[in-house]
């Protein structure tokens, strides 16, 4: 018997039009290119069986209610086509993130506060395949100066028992990632000399327990979200134009948050926040050079607008 090799792995994402009915995504229009995803955890409720008895052996313990725990880590990237979604579209749906397409033009993700949608993801981990339903999740972006951007998708779906299964062959979004270089990135109207940037969702998912179900569990959903970030730059005297983060934290001043990433059409990202809120700045050190630290709460505007992803 051969090894099990953890590069042959491929994830598949399609949206379900019920929740945790499977809509068997297909390898040629659903892959997603994760160059990292966690193998899913069965996340159970162990009983132990605590009785008296005339000596200190344990019972078996009995497993209660059970679900999955996952994370999916992708590339930001565009599909190769302006108008286009990319083949990861289903994961920034189960993210409580509403689609608007404009045809030939762009894709841009926003916040929902209702009629949220779930995924299935099929995990083919080398002959072994868990087959998720009733996907829901987080989102983060990390963006590294010369690095590519990158997605993590992490959230909880309905447990069922993999099976063993050959592994399918992949057709994949085409563009490679753009670099987080030579962009166009500003704050306020600060150009600051930026080295990182963290965006997070937020979002709280919840379990829904229910008895009826083969595995006590209902499903999940997304009940709240709290987004934030955090921006790393170089440190700046306050008499720096449009760069005072100290009297900005102080005084409560909103800024703009722009990031323009690439230069290819139908992959180019565009990342807004109109209202990034300054939490207490940190100084700190990187090589001898002073730096910021700024913790950001991404803010309403006028609702369901804290944060925006334009594909074009």
């Known amino acids: 018997m051969s090894a099990m090799l953890t590069k042959k792995t491929v994830i598949l994402a399609k949206v379900e039009d019920t929740y945790g009915t499977d809509p ?20 159970p409720n162990m009983i132990k ?23 999916v880590k992708t590339h930001l990237r565009g599909s190769g086509s302006a108008g286009t979604s990319p083949r990861r579209s289903p994961l920034y749906k ?3 993130l509403n689609e608007t397409i404009v045809s030939s033009t762009s894709v841009t993700y926003a916040p929902r506060s209702s009629s949220f949608e779930s995924c299935a993801i099929r ?16 989102y983060e972006l990390e963006l590294t100066a010369g690095e590519p951007g990158i997605e993590v998708f992490s959230g909880k779906a309905l447990y069922a028992l993999p099976t063993d299964s050959v592994i399918v062959a992949p057709t994949f979004d085409s563009p490679n990632p753009p670099i ?12 600051a000399i930026c080295e990182k940037i963290t965006l997070k969702l937020g979002n709280t998912i919840a379990e829904r327990p229910d008895m009826n179900q083969t595995e006590g569990i209902k499903g999940f959903c997304i009940t709240d979200r709290d987004p934030e970030g955090e921006i790393t730059l170089e440190a700046v005297l306050r008499a720096e134009s449009n760069a005072d983060f100290l009297s900005y934290f102080h005084s409560g001043t909103t800024k703009a948050l722009s ?4 230069s290819d059409a139908g992959n180019i990202a565009t990342i ?6 300054l939490r207490a700045p940190k100084l700190g050190d990187r090589d001898g050079v002073r730096i910021f630290t700024l913790p950001i709460q991404i803010a309403r505007n006028a609702g369901d607008d804290e944060l925006s992803i334009s594909l074009t």
Request: net charge negative.
């Open 24 to 43: 068997t995504p297909a390898a040629g229009d659903n892959s997603v290119m994760a160059y990292e995803f966690e193998s899913p955890d069965i996340e």
């Open 180 to 191: 987080m270089k030579g962009l166009t990135m500003t704050f306020g109207s600060y150009a």
């Open 272 to 277: 807004t926040a109109p209202k990034c809120y």
């Open 49 to 71: 069986r605590a009785y008296g008895n005339d000596d200190l052996s344990k019972y078996q313990e009995l497993r209660g209610k059970t679900g999955f725990a996952f994370s």
């Open 259 to 262: 990031i323009a990433i690439g």
């Open 123 to 138: 995990a083919h981990l080398d002959g072994v395949l868990y087959n998720l339903l009733g996907c829901v999740c987080d």
């Open 94 to 96: 189960a993210a409580g």
